[in-house]
C-alpha cells in the first residue's frame, strides 16, 4: 500500500510520515520542504496552492491507495484568520487541487483532518463534551467546504474516508502556525538570556486537553484500514485534562530554568521582539542558524490563544469525548506532561533549542 501524505513537513505530517513508514507502507511526502524525520520516504516537493504544479504532478500519484491529507494554509496572526474567506477558500482549493491530481489514482481511503472549531470553540461555549454525533455547528469553516468535498469525491469514486479531530497537538516540529513546544522553549531560553523570570504568561485558569502527535499519527495508520474507522468523524485526545500552571514548573525543571510566579504578557507581542537575543542563544549554545521568525511560525499566537493571554475571567470549557474512537478499537493514551518533556528534549537534541 502507498500512502500520500499531504503537508508532510508540518507538525502531524511529519508524525504520520514516520508513523506509516514504521508501518511498512511506501510513503510519498508532498510539502513544499522535506519532513525531519528519519523515516523512509519519497518526498515530492510541491505548493498544493499551485494548481497547475499539482495537476503536473499527477504522474506520480499513479500507485497511491492511501490519502491522509494534514496540509494547512493559515493567515498571519492565525486568530483572525480562522473567520477569513480568503483562508476558507485557499484551504478548499487546496483540497481539490489534490483530489483531482489523484483521480487515476487507486485510492482506497482519505483522511483528513479537522480540529474542536468544528464545534465552534472559536465563535461560542461548545457543549460538554463535545460529541462527533452533534450536528455541524452552523459557521463559516474551511472544515465544511473540504468535508463536503471530500464527502462527494468518495461516493463518486468509492473509496472510503475518515475525519479526525485532535485538540492541541503536541509535538516537535518548529515554524509552524499550531505547536507550543518550540515557542515555550524559546521564552525559557530568552528568560535565562535576559535574566527575566520564567513565569506562567497567560491569563485566567481553565482546564484543557491535548494530544501528543504521535498518537494523531497511530490514529491516521489504524483509520486507514479499519473498517471501524471509514466514512467516521473521531476527537482525538491524550486521554486525560491538564491546567497549564500545573504543568508550568515540570515545563521550568524540563527546560532548566526556575519557575517563577505568574508574569502576564502576551508572547506575540514579547518574542518577536527578542530577535537579537536569541541570535545570541543560537551563537551561544551552537544551535542551528534559524532566526525566531522561523522557528516560531505563528505559534506564539497559537501560544496566547491557549494560555488565554490577557483573559481576567476563565475561557469556556473546551472537552471533547474520546469514547466513540475507543470504543471503535483505537484505544492508545499518552501522559501529557511527559509529552511535552519528551518534544523539548527532541528540540534540544535536535539543535533547536540549548541544552542546558
Given at each position: 500500500m502507498t500512502?500520500?501524505?499531504a503537508g508532510a513537513s508540518g507538525l502531524v505530517g511529519a508524525a504520520c510520515v514516520t508513523a506509516f513508514a514504521e508501518a511498512g507502507w511506501d510513503v510519498l511526502a508532498v510539502s513544499r520542504r522535506a519532513p525531519e524525520t528519519d523515516a523512509v520516504f519519497e518526498h515530492v516537493p510541491l505548493d498544493l496552492t499551485d494548481a497547475a504544479a499539482v495537476s503536473a504532478a499527477a504522474p506520480r500519484f499513479a500507485d497511491v491507495t492511501h490519502l491522509v491529507y494534514t496540509a494547512v494554509f493559515e493567515k498571519p496572526g492565525l486568530v483572525r484568520g480562522w473567520r477569513d474567506r480568503d483562508q476558507m477558500r485557499t484551504n478548499d482549493r487546496m483540497l481539490r487541487a489534490l483530489t483531482a491530481a489523484l483521480a487515476g489514482a487507486p485510492l482506497e481511503h482519505a483522511t483528513l483532518l479537522?480540529?474542536?472549531?468544528?464545534?465552534?470553540?472559536?465563535?461560542?461555549?461548545?457543549r460538554i463534551p463535545a460529541r462527533e454525533r452533534e450536528p455541524r455547528d452552523d459557521h463559516d469553516n474551511f472544515y465544511w467546504l473540504q468535508e463536503d468535498h471530500?464527502?462527494?469525491?468518495?461516493?463518486?469514486?468509492?473509496f472510503g474516508w475518515t475525519i479526525l479531530r485532535p485538540q492541541l497537538v503536541v509535538g516537535p516540529t518548529h515554524g509552524v502556525a499550531m505547536n507550543?513546544?518550540?515557542?515555550?522553549?524559546?521564552?525559557?531560553?530568552?528568560?535565562?538570556a535576559e535574566g527575566l523570570p520564567f513565569g506562567f504568561p497567560g491569563g485566567a485558569p481553565y482546564v484543557s486537553e491535548a494530544v501528543d502527535v504521535r498518537l494523531v499519527a497511530d490514529a491516521a495508520v489504524w483509520?486507514?484500514?479499519?473498517?471501524?474507522?471509514?466514512?467516521?468523524?473521531?476527537?482525538?485526545?491524550?486521554?486525560?485534562?491538564?491546567?497549564?500552571?500545573?504543568?508550568?514548573?515540570?515545563?521550568?525543571?524540563?527546560?532548566?530554568?526556575?519557575?517563577?510566579?505568574d508574569t502576564p504578557l502576551?508572547?506575540?507581542?514579547?518574542?518577536?521582539?527578542?530577535?537579537?537575543?536569541?541570535?545570541r542563544v543560537v551563537a551561544t549554545h551552537g544551535l542551528r542558524p534559524t532566526p525566531l521568525p522561523a522557528?516560531?511560525?505563528?505559534?506564539?499566537?497559537?501560544?496566547?490563544?491557549?494560555?488565554?493571554?490577557?483573559?481576567?475571567?476563565?475561557?469556556?470549557?473546551?472537552?471533547?469525548?474520546?469514547?466513540?474512537?475507543h470504543q471503535a478499537g483505537f484505544t492508545e493514551t499518552w501522559d501529557t506532561e511527559e509529552s511535552f518533556r519528551h518534544w523539548l528534549r527532541v528540540l534540544r537534541d535536535r539543535r533547536i533549542l540549548p541544552v542546558h
Amino acid at each position: 500500500m502507498t500512502v500520500l501524505v499531504a503537508g508532510a513537513s508540518g507538525l502531524v505530517g511529519a508524525a504520520c510520515v514516520t508513523a506509516f513508514a514504521e508501518a511498512g507502507w511506501d510513503v510519498l511526502a508532498v510539502s513544499r520542504r522535506a519532513p525531519e524525520t528519519d523515516a523512509v520516504f519519497e518526498h515530492v516537493p510541491l505548493d498544493l496552492t499551485d494548481a497547475a504544479a499539482v495537476s503536473a504532478a499527477a504522474p506520480r500519484f499513479a500507485d497511491v491507495t492511501h490519502l491522509v491529507y494534514t496540509a494547512v494554509f493559515e493567515k498571519p496572526g492565525l486568530v483572525r484568520g480562522w473567520r477569513d474567506r480568503d483562508q476558507m477558500r485557499t484551504n478548499d482549493r487546496m483540497l481539490r487541487a489534490l483530489t483531482a491530481a489523484l483521480a487515476g489514482a487507486p485510492l482506497e481511503h482519505a483522511t483528513l483532518l479537522q480540529g474542536t472549531k468544528a464545534y465552534g470553540v472559536h465563535r461560542h461555549p461548545i457543549r460538554i463534551p463535545a460529541r462527533e454525533r452533534e450536528p455541524r455547528d452552523d459557521h463559516d469553516n474551511f472544515y465544511w467546504l473540504q468535508e463536503d468535498h471530500l464527502r462527494a469525491v468518495a461516493a463518486e469514486r468509492g473509496f472510503g474516508w475518515t475525519i479526525l479531530r485532535p485538540q492541541l497537538v503536541v509535538g516537535p516540529t518548529h515554524g509552524v502556525a499550531m505547536n507550543l513546544p518550540p515557542v515555550i522553549g524559546a521564552y525559557a531560553a530568552i528568560c535565562r538570556a535576559e535574566g527575566l523570570p520564567f513565569g506562567f504568561p497567560g491569563g485566567a485558569p481553565y482546564v484543557s486537553e491535548a494530544v501528543d502527535v504521535r498518537l494523531v499519527a497511530d490514529a491516521a495508520v489504524w483509520a486507514a484500514t479499519a473498517p471501524a474507522a471509514r466514512d467516521e468523524h473521531f476527537n482525538l485526545t491524550n486521554g486525560e485534562v491538564f491546567a497549564w500552571r500545573d504543568l508550568w514548573p515540570a515545563l521550568a525543571e524540563e527546560l532548566g530554568v526556575d519557575p517563577a510566579p505568574d508574569t502576564p504578557l502576551r508572547l506575540a507581542e514579547f518574542l518577536p521582539a527578542q530577535s537579537g537575543t536569541w541570535e545570541r542563544v543560537v551563537a551561544t549554545h551552537g544551535l542551528r542558524p534559524t532566526p525566531l521568525p522561523a522557528l516560531l511560525g505563528e505559534s506564539h499566537h497559537y501560544a496566547d490563544f491557549h494560555f488565554a493571554a490577557g483573559a481576567e475571567t476563565p475561557p469556556p470549557p473546551a472537552f471533547v469525548s474520546t469514547v466513540k474512537i475507543h470504543q471503535a478499537g483505537f484505544t492508545e493514551t499518552w501522559d501529557t506532561e511527559e509529552s511535552f518533556r519528551h518534544w523539548l528534549r527532541v528540540l534540544r537534541d535536535r539543535r533547536i533549542l540549548p541544552v542546558h
